[in-house]
């Protein structure tokens, strides 16, 4: 099966330094050769070794009011750009800590494959910020989805269940183990939290920052909506303050030596 890496980048959340750190984090990380192709609005900064594709049309607007990040929608056309057979698609503000080869010899190429949504373990629901396909498979996907964009984001709040629940011939999950969740999987309970920085669990080959937390949070130990981290009491203090007085312990985290490690260029 060949090598082909995809992202999306669109609006000005994450630009050129994420994809490029993306890029660099495949790199180290596969065994060549493989391909690394970015779906964007602007190439301005991104570099060289990234194959660019302007964004494929959505197919219906985007929703006005859902969860989820239905602009990977455009992806499910019957082209993408030059590429056919098995991309895997790749969020761009993931950290990559272990070998991707096994995400290409996993299943068969005609499958499509999520990763585990850890966040709701009991419902089989997949997460698609590590997920292959086929190019050109989801072409009924994106059929239903453009038939009322916002009635389908009602029902599925998360373009990922939707995925799950509608995908062609069913959906396959990579072994649990592999993607792993920050904040669910990585940060320690508490109180080792306060004490003990976030780690890798075993075998675990990319870490998925879902919600507001994202790497540089990570590196500096703080909330997201924070500007710094702060010790353990003046953090206490301020999340007695907002009105989250669990969330003040559960919350914390210490700066975290593995993604500085491995998010970089």
Request: net charge positive; hydrophobic share 40%; glycine share 6%.
């Amino acid at each position: 099966m060949k090598k082909q890496i995809i992202c999306i980048n669109w609006g000005t959340k994450y630009g050129a330094p994420y994809i490029n750190r993306l890029y660099a984090m495949v790199a180290r990380n596969i065994t060549p050769p493989f391909s690394f192709t970015c779906f964007t609005e602007t190439r301005e900064g991104i570099r060289p070794e990234v194959r660019c594709f302007d964004l494929p049309p959505m197919p219906g607007k985007i929703p006005e009011v859902s969860k989820g990040q239905w602009r990977k929608s455009c992806l499910w056309g019957p082209e993408l750009g030059d590429l056919e057979g098995p991309v895997l698609f790749i969020d761009l503000d993931v950290v990559i800590t272990g070998s991707l080869d096994v995400f290409f010899e996993h299943g068969a190429p005609e499958d499509t494959v999520l990763a585990w949504n850890i966040a709701r373990p009991l419902q089989r629901l997949g997460q698609t910020s590590v997920y292959r396909f086929p190019v050109g498979k989801l072409v009924p996907l994106q059929t239903l989805y453009a038939s009322d964009p916002e009635g389908i984001a009602a029902e599925y709040s998360f373009e990922q269940h939707f995925v799950t629940r509608n995908a062609p011939g069913g959906i396959k999950l990579w072994p649990r183990r592999w993607v792993r969740h920050f904040r669910i999987e990585c940060i320690p309970i508490f109180p080792l939290n306060f004490f003990r920085q976030p780690s890798v669990p075993r075998d675990g080959r990319i870490v998925i920052f879902a919600g507001s937390l994202n790497p540089p949070d990570a590196i500096a130990g703080r909330i997201s909506s924070w500007s710094e981290h702060l010790p353990p009491r003046a953090h206490l203090r301020k999340m007695w303050r907002s009105r989250a007085p669990l969330a003040a312990y559960r919350r914390y985290l210490l700066p975290t030596r593995f993604v500085e490690e491995a998010w970089r260029e």
